[in-house]
C-alpha cells in the first residue's frame, strides 16, 4: 500500500509539472539551429495576438536528457513533499483495517438447509449493529426461514414427526375440575347427572369403572343404569384396545350386551296385542278382524301377547330366565268388569333359554261365556314381569252381536 501511494504521487507530481513546466513557450530566435528543435504552428482558432511558437523538446537530444532528470527530481521532490499530506488525508477518510475496503452487497443469499452466518457467527451479530434498523430486521426475518423450512421438510420426510407436534402436550383433566366433581358428588350423591359426570372423569383419566361405593348414594335404578352404562364403555374400550382390526360384530357386542341390560331397566310394554284365531311364532298369527262374535255361542280364541323390556337372569344352570305372569279382565264398555278366566290367580309363565331372549310373546287361548249381551267390551291384558316387580297393561276391544 505505501509503495502504491508513491507512485501515485510520483505520477501526479509528474502530470503537474508537464502541464505547468514542461511545456513552455519561447521566442523563435534565427540563432538556434533548424535542427535542435522541432516546431509546429499552433491551431488555426488561436489568438492573433499570440505570436509565440509552441515548442516540444526532443527526446533524442542531450538537452531532452537533461530536462527529463530535472523534472524527475523536481516531481520526487513534490511527491515526499505530497505524501503526508496524502497520508493525513487517507487517515481520515479511508475505512478501518478491520472491515473491507468495498462496501458488501445489502442482499444476503442463504443456503434453505444452512443457518445463518450472521446468527452462526457472533463477530457477525457486532457487525449487524452498525447495519440500518430495517436492514437488520430483514436479516432477523431471512435467518429464521431455514428453521423453519427444516422443520417442515422434516415433517413432510416423517408423517410421525407431525403427530409428535400436534400430541406433544398431554391432554390432563384439570385437577380443580375434578375437585368440583367430587365435592358435588359428596353433597349431592342422588344427583344421577353429577354421579355420571364424575365416573366419565374418572374413566376419561384411565381409572376403573363404575366406582360402585360412589355410586352407592343412587338408587337401584339408577345405580344399575350407571353401571350398565360404563361396563358398556369399559368393555369397549378394552377391546379395541386389545385389537383394533377386530371384527365389527365383536367391537359392538360390548355396547348390545349394555344396551341389553339397560333394556331390562326401561318400562315393561305390551306394544301388541290381538285376537286370533291362530297362532305360529313371533309376530306371525292369525288376527280375527273385526273382533266380532256372536252371542249365545262359545266363542273361542287365542290372546297374543308381544312383551319388551322384559328381565332376564341366568340361573344355576347358566341359562336365561324370564318369569312372567299373565292376567286377563274383561270390561264392559262403561268400565265395568263382566268376566275373568280365572278364578284365582294364575301360576307364572316361567321362559328358560340358553340365549337371552330378545323376542318374548305370549299365547293363551280363552272361551267367552255365552252369557255375555249385545255390545262392546274391553278385553285387558296385564303381564307382571316378578323378577323386578314391574306391570304393564294394554287392551283391545271386542263386540258381542246377534245372529
Known amino acids: 500500500m505505501p509503495s502504491s501511494r508513491r507512485l501515485l504521487a510520483v505520477l501526479l507530481g509528474l502530470a503537474i509539472e508537464l502541464s505547468g513546466a514542461g511545456c513552455h513557450s519561447e521566442p523563435a530566435s534565427s540563432s538556434q539551429p533548424a535542427h535542435a528543435a522541432i516546431s509546429a504552428t499552433g491551431p488555426a482558432t488561436q489568438p492573433a495576438g499570440n505570436r509565440e511558437a509552441i515548442t516540444t523538446t526532443n527526446v533524442g537530444s542531450p538537452d531532452s536528457a537533461t530536462a527529463a532528470d530535472a523534472i524527475a527530481q523536481r516531481a520526487n521532490t513534490y511527491a515526499k513533499q505530497l505524501e503526508p499530506l496524502l497520508a493525513e488525508r487517507a487517515g481520515k477518510t479511508a475505512p478501518p483495517a478491520t472491515q473491507p475496503t468495498q462496501q458488501p452487497s445489502k442482499v444476503e443469499w442463504i443456503q434453505p438447509t444452512a ?11 457486532a457487525t449487524a449493529v452498525s447495519k440500518p434498523p430495517r436492514e437488520v430486521e430483514v436479516a432477523k426475518a431471512a435467518a429464521a426461514v431455514p428453521a423453519v423450512h427444516s422443520e ?11 403427530n409428535h407436534v400436534a ?39 384411565g381409572q376403573s369403572v ?5 355410586l352407592a348414594g343412587l338408587g337401584a335404578e339408577d345405580r344399575e343404569v350407571l353401571a350398565a352404562l360404563l361396563d358398556g364403555l369399559s368393555n369397549f374400550r378394552n377391546v379395541v384396545r386389545a385389537d383394533n ?9 360390548p355396547i348390545l350386551d349394555a344396551a341389553e341390560r339397560l333394556r331390562t331397566q326401561a318400562e315393561l310394554t305390551i306394544p301388541t296385542i290381538a285376537l286370533c284365531t ?3 311364532n313371533f309376530g306371525t298369527y292369525d288376527a280375527i278382524e273385526p273382533a266380532r262374535f256372536v252371542a249365545g255361542a262359545d266363542s273361542g280364541m287365542v290372546v297374543y301377547c308381544e312383551v319388551e323390556n322384559f328381565s332376564s337372569q341366568l340361573d344355576g344352570q347358566k341359562f336365561w330366565q324370564a318369569n312372567l305372569r299373565e292376567e286377563i ?3 264392559s264398555d262403561q268400565g265395568m268388569q263382566v268376566w275373568s278366566p280365572d278364578s284365582k290367580a294364575p301360576p307364572p309363565t316361567i321362559d328358560r333359554s340358553r340365549t337371552r331372549r330378545h323376542d318374548f310373546f305370549m299365547a293363551r287361548v280363552i272361551k267367552l261365556p ?23 297393561e294394554n287392551s283391545t276391544t271386542l263386540d258381542i252381536v246377534a245372529r
Open 370 to 392: 255365552p252369557s255375555l249381551p249385545i255390545g262392546r267390551y274391553i278385553l285387558k291384558v296385564s303381564i307382571v314381569d316378578q323378577q323386578v316387580n314391574r306391570v304393564a
Open 278 to 280: 291362530k297362532v305360529y
Open 115 to 125: 443457518p445463518s452466518p450472521a446468527l452462526a457467527n457472533p463477530a457477525a451479530d
Open 210 to 214: 363404575p366406582d360402585m361405593p360412589t
Open 329 to 331: 279382565v274383561l270390561y
Open 245 to 253: 382390526n377386530v371384527m365389527l360384530a365383536r367391537k359392538v357386542r
Open 167 to 205: 400430541t406433544s402436550t398431554p391432554i390432563t383433566a384439570s385437577d380443580d375440575l375434578a375437585h368440583k366433581l367430587a365435592e358435588h358428588v359428596k353433597d349431592y350423591p342422588q344427583d344421577i347427572a353429577g354421579q355420571l359426570d364424575f365416573q366419565l372423569l374418572q374413566f376419561v383419566r
Open 152 to 162: 417442515l421438510s422434516a415433517s413432510v420426510r416423517d408423517p410421525a414427526a407431525t
